[in-house]
């Protein structure tokens, strides 16, 4: 038999294609297999970056990184490399704040630890930075007197005494310290005195707002876990320290959560801790963002509060110094699918212009961030989909969330400060990457966002470990400006560089209502469209930003009218007023002053000018 | 001389006997050949026409005739094979095997038969056999992957589709199955390559467009998502998981009405989806037609009782029509419900891979 040189027995397609099609229809992607609302996507941020790269287009948006040039010589230090604990990866806090009285924005940093020189007693103090009105600032920490040795997480700022001078509270892994602000650069610990403590828990966001319109502000602190640092579980040991099967820091689940606590502002210096009497967190979720904030506009403040691996809680106020958890009824509590969500930092604002606060929340990775349209009925849509701002973020792990107006153009745009939170990732390839790079969604004033990020100039389109954010005119120069803190490393201070339109800033100074005017709904019109924020300093995550409320006017040369809506419930009506300058306004008096914008700030006395004083 | 004549003649006759005798036997033996030939030819043909009934009795036949041929061996067990006679495949597998441990064919499609069988670690084995003895084979390397794919090994399937795809670049199916081999291990950027070489080669391939849409969905690309689920659905009109996919981007987008049109259709496909009566109640919710919401709604808690978002949704609907106790109720389940899911999300505690 002579040989067949070429084998024509061969295993027939026909097979091949059925079993194809077979395993084509029957093993979809494995997300896929779940339904869609049951977890999140899989996804990850090195995908998403170079598909991002692809829709790159020219923006006229721009911050530059300025950090070092504007003298900021801070580096976050949070536990070792391999954050082999849950605490080495949550450190961030920002405070932005004038705590001189200057009329520019200083900056605290709060520090973090590592669990070695906790416990040997070693501190990493935060630092104080002075603005000098160049764009440069001053380390004036040393003399500042906020030197308390501890794991330093969050930072809330709040006239808590209504002196007219800003204080600051920090958190930390045990407790947490409130200083007073004694009008000469330095401060004053008056925890013990105060009563705000949070002794023997871990409080990460902070945030003063005046709840019951006493004229006090209030203080909120957010608790994450209750942690034993003597017996802390160990990385990869149990079935919460596994991040998609490979062994990471536990928690927080599986891990007591550490209830929050509400302290109410007795007027006299002194606070009392109503949490129990006002049944807040009963269920000890583990905080992480909190945010005051007026949703039904009744005039009196409520409470939303982000919380990790549960659900977030709306408190709404009763304006008699009670509130009625309805986070769940309200929509906030959950995905749009009715799931929990790892909620890190919050903030609201009006997005859409109809005058009604929104709120929008950073998520884990694999999940959508949320951004909950107020429907005006004590109900909120999450239209993170319709508005582009979900899909785009769900390969990020979102910490810091702030809306801001960087081109001036009258619509809040959003920037997310991202960062996972296992450095372990790196090591495999799930595509997730341990840095990642923020996110900027541009308000396109229909409803709809664009990620804008990579095209905003190169600091943005780089990836950080980052954390805390929080926004501010550094330079008063008509431009929010970016500050964002780095885990282990110096923070970001990305000054905007945008081309951007007219714009009007106001300060607000209460007088039945406290001095911050915290809680202040702010109505302005200029150039046919009616914009509306709220005055607020505490927001994002773990951070305090410029609490000057900051308007885009576009093409508008004036405001033709402003309503300030005062805590108390008094209104006052300006206008019309010029764009391109900072109102200072008093509750009941007016505008006290007008600080016009210098359009190239270099010496600190000429960039600034007081124009006029008037009484109305 | 007459001796030696007598003696040559002799000599002669015997080498002509022997010469005669030779020639019977060789005649027999060639048409033998030829017989086992055509036989091995048949079964061939009747293999390549589907007739697989025809291709066992030929290669039966031929292995009768000549039990120690390589080739009657192969035909009858990929014969078997497609017959679906797997027993015999592997009997004859077996035997042939023992014969010819060095056949990468024997090997492949014995460890074919075990995959059919169910038995993958054994089908693995002789696939991986026959990798060893013949690794520049495109087939060998994607049916090892196969059997990889439905253990949802997805990393190793990828190595070996990789592997295949260097020796045959142009097998659209590969590219599909390595994309999905990509989207599965968070290669997402290199499945949409995959997707989209696979439509290059082939854009009528099944379910390609779909692939490539979810890829881009699982990003947050839902407008790309939206277009290539589009596409798959003039390919697959009544396809429910099309059409279901479609109808939930579009629903992500905003694009409410268009997204009840698709998943009202992927409902009326498959009464069983649940998730696309979800959606089909979520989108007729938002799209403020609250009441129609209802009964899709109830419909997917029918299908998952288990499940609590459809009970969240129902609480929104009834709140919206005022039906305030019933909301309150629907939360009450819902409630209730949360507290038996394992719980998910959240830091460290990611789906686990």
């Not at chain 1, 170079?50 to 040039?69: E, L």
């Not at chain 2, 589709?161 to 260097?166: D, F, G, P, S, V």
Request: glycine share 10%; hydrophobic share 35%.
């Amino acid at each position: 038999m002579r040989s067949r040189p070429s084998l024509r027995l061969r295993f027939p397609g026909r097979w091949v294609a059925a079993a194809m099609l077979c395993l084509a229809t029957c093993a979809l992607p494995q997300a896929s297999q779940q339904s869609n609302r049951s977890q999140p996507r899989t996804d990850h941020v090195a995908a998403a970056r170079k598909i991002g790269n692809q829709q790159v287009h020219a923006s006229p948006v721009s911050f530059a990184d300025v950090t070092r040039a504007a003298g900021i010589d801070f580096s976050l230090t949070c536990g070792g490399p391999e954050k082999r604990y849950i605490m080495e990866s949550m450190c961030g806090g920002i405070a932005v704040f004038d705590y001189d009285n200057d009329g520019w924005m200083d900056i605290f940093l709060v520090n973090g630890s590592t669990l070695e020189d906790l416990k040997a007693g070693k501190c990493h103090l935060g630092k104080l930075y002075r603005n000098n009105h160049d764009g440069t600032f001053t380390d004036v920490s040393a003399k500042s007197g906020i030197n308390h040795c501890g794991w330093g997480f969050g930072a809330a700022v709040g006239d808590y005494d209504n002196d007219g001078w800003e204080d600051i509270y920090i958190t930390y892994l045990d407790g947490a310290v409130l200083y007073h602000n004694n009008h000469d650069g330095t401060f004053t610990d008056v925890t013990a005195k105060a009563g705000v403590g949070n002794l023997g828990r871990w409080g990460t966001s902070a945030a003063f707002g005046d709840y019951d319109n006493d004229g006090n502000l209030d203080l909120y602190v957010a608790n994450y876990v209750d942690l034993d640092l003597d017996h802390l579980p160990e990385l990869g040991q149990g079935p919460f320290c596994q991040y998609r099967g490979i062994p990471v820091s536990c928690g927080p689940r599986g891990l007591k959560g550490g209830r929050d606590r509400l302290y109410h502002n007795n007027g006299d210096g002194t606070f009392t801790d109503v949490s129990e009497k006002l049944n807040i967190d009963p269920n000890a979720y583990y905080g992480l963002g909190v945010l005051w904030l007026d949703y039904d506009l009744d005039g009196c403040l409520d409470l939303y509060v982000a919380d990790d691996s549960s659900p977030s809680m709306l408190y709404h106020g009763d304006c008699k110094g009670g509130f009625t958890e309805v986070g769940v009824q309200a929509g906030v509590a959950y995905s749009a699918d009715g799931r929990e969500q790892a909620g890190m930092g919050i903030d609201s604002a009006d997005y859409d212009n109809d005058g009604w606060p929104d709120i929008a929340k950073a998520n884990f990775s694999d999940d959508s961030n949320n951004l909950y349209h107020n429907d005006h009925k004590g109900e909120f849509t999450d239209l993170a989909g319709p508005a582009n701002f979900g899909p785009v973020s769900i390969p990020f792990l979102g910490f810091g969330l702030k809306f801001l107006d960087f081109d001036n153009d009258g619509g809040k745009d959003i920037f997310v400060a991202n960062g996972h939170v296992n450095p372990q990732v790196d090591q495999h390839s799930f595509g997730v990457t341990y840095a990642e790079r923020p996110l900027l969604f541009h308000n396109l004033n229909n409803g709809k966002f664009e990620e804008i990020g990579m095209a905003a100039g190169t600091p943005l389109a780089r990836r950080y470990v980052a954390r805390g954010a929080a926004t501010a005119d550094f330079f008063n120069d008509g431009s929010e400006d970016l500050l964002v803190s780095v885990l282990d490393g110096p923070p970001l201070l990305l000054r905007n560089q945008a081309k951007k339109g007219h714009w009007l800033r106001v300060k607000t100074i209460g007088a039945a209502s406290n001095h911050d005017g915290f809680g202040t709904r702010v109505q302005i019109k200029a150039g046919g469209l009616t914009q509306t924020a709220e005055v607020r300093a505490n927001s994002s995550f773990e951070s305090a930003s410029d609490p000057r409320l900051h308007f885009g006017l576009g093409a508008a040369t004036r405001a033709d009218s402003i309503a300030i809506h005062w805590p108390s419930g008094k209104t006052d009506t300006l206008g019309p007023e010029s764009a391109d300058q900072e109102l200072v306004i008093q509750e009941g008096q007016g505008v006290l002053a007008r600080h016009a914008h210098v359009p190239a700030p270099s010496k600190p006395a000429q960039s600034r000018q007081h124009l006029t004083h008037r009484t109305p | 001389m007459l001796q030696n004549l007598h003696a040559d003649w002799g000599k002669r006759h015997l080498l002509y006997g022997l010469l005669a005798i030779a020639c019977v036997f060789g005649a027999s033996a060639q048409s033998q050949n030829r017989q086992l030939e055509t036989l091995i030819e048949n079964g061939q043909s009747d293999l390549d026409a589907g007739d697989f009934g025809g291709a066992v009795a030929s290669f039966e036949r031929a292995t009768q005739m000549a039990p120690d041929n390589l080739e009657a061996n192969r035909g009858l067990l990929l014969s078997y094979l497609q017959a679906k006679r797997l027993r015999d495949a592997e009997n004859a597998g077996q035997s042939a095997i023992a014969r010819w441990p060095q056949d990468a064919p024997l090997q492949h499609w014995l460890g074919l038969v075990y995959f059919k069988q169910g038995q993958n670690a054994k089908a693995l084995e002789r696939l991986r056999s026959a990798e060893g003895l013949d690794g520049t084979r495109f087939d060998i390397h994607f049916d090892v992957a196969l059997v990889l794919l439905s253990e949802n090994q997805y990393a190793a399937a990828a190595e070996e589709l990789e592997k295949a795809i260097r020796f045959d670049p142009n097998t659209a199916m590969a590219h599909v199955l390595l994309g999905r081999c990509y989207q599965n291990t968070n290669r997402t950027v290199q499945a949409i390559e995959q997707f989209q070489a696979a439509l290059r080669l082939d854009r009528n391939i099944p379910l390609g467009h779909y692939h490539l849409g979810f890829a881009y969905a699982s990003l947050g690309h839902n407008p790309e998502a939206i277009a290539e689920y589009k596409k798959e659905v003039t390919h697959s009109p009544d396809n429910p998981s099309v059409l279901y996919q479609l109808g939930h981007c579009l629903l992500e987008a905003g694009e409410w009405k268009s997204a009840a049109a698709h998943l009202k259709r992927a409902v009326e496909s498959d009464p069983q989806n649940s998730d696309a009566s979800y959606d089909l109640g979520k989108a007729l919710l938002l799209e403020g037609d609250a009441e129609a919401a209802l009964p899709a709604l109830r419909h997917a808690s029918e299908l998952k009782p288990a499940d609590p978002s459809a009970h969240y949704q129902l609480a929104r609907a009834l709140g919206k029509m005022g039906r305030k106790e019933e909301a309150q109720q629907e939360f009450q389940t819902f409630a209730v419900l949360k507290k038996t899911q394992p719980v998910a999300g959240g830091m460290a505690a990611g789906p686990t891979q």
